[in-house]
């Protein structure tokens, strides 16, 4: 996975307000059918209650998630405070998430539905 393409990929999505957090927001995301290309990125230090929440909520919906960095390093790379969650409006950079934690055959995501 090339983590830091896709954190560079989330700073520009932040700068853009191209990004989905809070767990509401999170959970509408997940069921939006107009939204075609979706992703959900998860902090590997979220807790295991939330994260196994999101995941369940992703594998009904047939949504990819990718685990990657921490809190701090994704609070950091979008400019945010305590992000653990986030999704992605642009159907591109969706697109190229997937494509980036894809890289190096490291099975750290999971990846459903790419397209």
Known sequence: MNEQKILTLLGFASKAKKLVYGKDNIRE???NPK???KVIL????TGQRVKKDIKIRCEI???PFVEIADKKTLSKATGM???AILGILDENMAKSILNFSKEGGENESKNINSE
């Open 29 to 31: 995301y997940i069921k």
């Open 35 to 37: 939204i075609k290309t």
């Open 42 to 45: 998860i902090a590997k230090d």
């Open 61 to 63: 919906s047939n949504v």
């Open 81 to 83: 405070l305590n992000i």
